[in-house]
């Protein structure tokens, strides 16, 4: 099994809907993280949580919040959807020690 | 702040040919230094690390990198490409206690046979 799953993995919605895209891990790692990836633009960071308690904004917070509901769950939320948030959503995860993160499979998100 | 530079957005190999991936940083302090493989449809899986000690790095399916601080550069290489190898390449820094890493926007591989 993965050690970062994603759900869904694909998605398309109305622009104004409400969306939750939803991240678990098996590694037990205490990082979480939030990316969004768009052609030519690499991976940018939209939300980032150290451990339960501490949730932090990356640089493309706007527009998205997140829950923290456990050590293996991260999810992030899109409170009303807009089209230029049509994107490739990753999840990733980090122990405390070490810098490398892992990443789930992603989720394709289409806002019409 | 933190960045990454990829120069190349697009490199086209023939399979069996060598490979080069340029890679520029910017850090204030000894940078963390990785490179990610993104297969067509996938999520982002590491190829290599460089954190300390030894300047080339060994990775993954035959990868290397060469950690280069005169020049603030982690370029990645393969000696003979093979047409799995065809994916989009980034490259990324961190470092310091937020454990944040900066992405480059990425090197689309294309392997021709």
């Known amino acids: 099994d993965a050690d970062v799953t994603q759900t869904p993995r694909n998605r398309i919605t109305k622009t104004g809907k409400r969306i939750m895209l939803e991240c678990s891990q098996t590694?037990?790692?205490?990082?979480m993280y939030w990316y969004r990836q768009d052609p030519g633009l690499g991976l940018r960071l939209i939300y980032y949580s150290f451990d339960v308690k501490d949730i932090n904004k990356g640089e493309i917070s706007d527009g998205y919040s997140v829950s923290r509901q456990a050590q293996a769950k991260f999810s992030l939320s899109l409170e009303s959807a807009i089209p230029n948030q049509t994107a490739l959503y990753f999840c990733?995860?980090?122990?405390?020690?070490?810098?490398?993160?892992?990443f789930g499979p992603g989720t394709r998100l289409t806002v019409t | 702040a933190q960045s990454v530079t990829q120069p190349d957005i697009h490199i086209t190999v023939s399979e069996g040919a060598s490979l080069e991936l340029r890679c520029n940083y910017s850090?204030?302090?000894?940078?963390?230094l990785f490179w990610y493989v993104q297969s067509p449809g996938q999520g982002l899986q590491l190829l290599l690390k460089y954190f300390s000690g030894d300047t080339l790095v060994q990775g993954i399916k035959g990868f290397e990198a060469e950690f280069k601080r005169s020049q603030s550069s982690f370029n990645l290489r393969k000696p003979s490409v093979h047409w799995s190898d065809a994916a989009e390449y980034f490259c990324a820094v961190g470092g310091g206690s937020n454990y944040k890493l900066t992405f480059g926007k990425g090197t689309l591989l294309t392997v021709n046979p």
């Open positions: 990733a995860t980090s122990d405390g020690t070490r810098y490398e993160q892992y």
């Open positions: 590694k037990g790692h205490d990082r």
């Open positions: 850090y204030g302090a000894t940078p963390y």
